[in-house]
């Protein structure tokens, strides 16, 4: 299992919190890759050989391979082959159905696919995640506070107890058995929230998406989000795999993975606790 | 598209609420299948073969087609194409993201296998659907109150306005733009909710899993969920395709099927305005 203590560990050597996130979208990806009968996997490969000294982990958008049917399933299995060990690997599926069908897309994605971690929406509620959550040495990242406007439909509501759904999702899987390999997502377009989610889960990794395009403050989410294991896998998609210009490809995305990386563990404290 | 009137329309033709859940579980298909190189796409052909008099829908579980890779990928876009155009497809896929993930789901289960409807989990909000909802002519089912057990998590959680969660997520989509392509998911495991949801959508379709293994009333779902389109797509998978004996397949799964389509339709009212 890739552990707490090891992904705290790859955080203060590469220091960085930076994920990097693979979303390939043929409308976007340089042309020189769309000629090639594995542009996906092709693309992909560029990016991790580029970034995986710079990056903590990769969060792979299944929805992307996913549209492309079974040629895009054939590219995304070779990509999990290829991530190097010292990465922590994310499928970004949102998944999640009873226990009798979870368990078919836990199967595929720990045992096959050999991810680290899958996130899964709560709202079935725990058993409908146990499937997930009963692979000791893989991690469950369950969605609390998402960053799109949309989160304040349901994940914002409030609760006859007077907590917000989201916090009462943290809650119910942190008290449950199955908490010491759980993460959650928690966007960064909701700074103030993180204050209250780290009273919730002190000691959780957090799943951050919203930097970048969405427009997430990185700066107060590192602050306010970071943990004596650094605690934070800050995810950067669009902003650092599609720059404005391809010339030079390589070299730019590098470029700008180097930079937020720097960055963000610019706010990270030194901790001897995670080490 | 499928408009409700054309569903309804075949309920009362076929004399069905039928829905057929097509779970390809290889640990539980008939032996004979399984030595064939497109056992998944076999079995279910026979299912359809001998079920789609029957039948108002197919219920397509994406995770069994999935768990296989590309080559379970490969044949769930063979199973769309033989189904016949009067009975409505669902792709059970339960997905859900931000908008521009969405995007990649919606055309793909919509535009390439060319599904009537998906699954869709809520808990993001209405803009994580909104790619799907644009769609008018596809139906999204909403999850509103799944049969599972750990719907008492949250599904079933009251908010601070004293309306249940669950409630919540019908009325808001109720209430969306979108109204008029939406369906819900409401499981016949929570007979005693139905007169609820009934009134806060009466027009509206409502996928019910729960009967069968689940141990959902028939009857009080029939009863206290139709409405004078009938209203109701009530899904039968394990008990249908995996009968005790396999001998004479076919012929025991419709014999089956035929069972639970004639004793829900024997519940229905009859209603002139749903013609």
Redesign the interface.
């Known amino acids: 299992m890739k552990s707490k203590e090891f992904i705290s560990e790859q955080i203060y050597k590469k220091k960085s919190l930076l994920c990097v996130g693979l979303?390939p979208d043929k409308h976007k990806i340089p042309k020189s890759y769309l000629d090639q009968e594995n542009s996906f996997f092709d693309f992909c490969k560029d990016i991790i050989e580029c970034t995986h000294d710079l990056a903590i982990a990769y969060k792979i958008?299944i929805?992307?391979f996913?549209?492309q049917?079974?040629?895009g399933?054939?590219q995304l299995?070779k990509i999990f082959k290829i991530i190097p060990s010292t990465c922590f690997i994310i499928a970004?599926a949102?998944?999640?159905?009873?226990?009798?069908?979870?368990k078919?897309?836990a199967?595929?994605y720990f045992d096959?696919l050999a991810v680290d971690a899958i996130t899964l929406?709560?709202?079935?509620?725990?058993?409908?995640l146990e499937p997930f959550l009963e692979y000791k040495e893989k991690w469950s990242i369950i969605?609390a506070l998402?960053?799109?406007?949309?989160?304040?439909?349901?994940?914002l509501?409030?609760?006859?107890t007077?907590k917000k759904?989201y916090e009462?999702?943290i809650e119910?899987f942190v008290e449950s058995k199955y908490s010491s390999n759980i993460m959650f997502v928690c966007g960064a377009t909701h700074p103030s929230e993180f204050i209250k989610i780290r009273s919730l889960c002190p000691d959780h990794f957090l799943l951050v998406?919203g930097i970048g395009e969405?427009g997430g403050d990185l700066k107060s989410t590192v602050e306010f989000g970071q943990n004596k294991f650094g605690g934070l896998l800050i995810n950067l998609s669009r902003k650092v795999i599609y720059p404005e210009s391809f010339t030079d490809y390589k070299t730019t995305v590098r470029q700008l993975a180097n930079e937020y990386r720097s960055e963000m563990f610019k706010y990270l404290k030194t901790y001897s606790a995670g080490m």
């Open positions: 979303d958008n929805a992307f996913e549209a049917g079974p040629k399933w054939l299995e970004d949102k998944r999640a159905d009873i226990g009798n069908t979870s078919q897309y199967s595929y096959t929406h709560p709202y079935m509620g725990v058993d409908s969605l998402t960053s799109n406007p949309g989160s304040k439909d349901f994940e509501q409030s609760l006859h007077g759904l009462n999702v119910t998406p969405q």
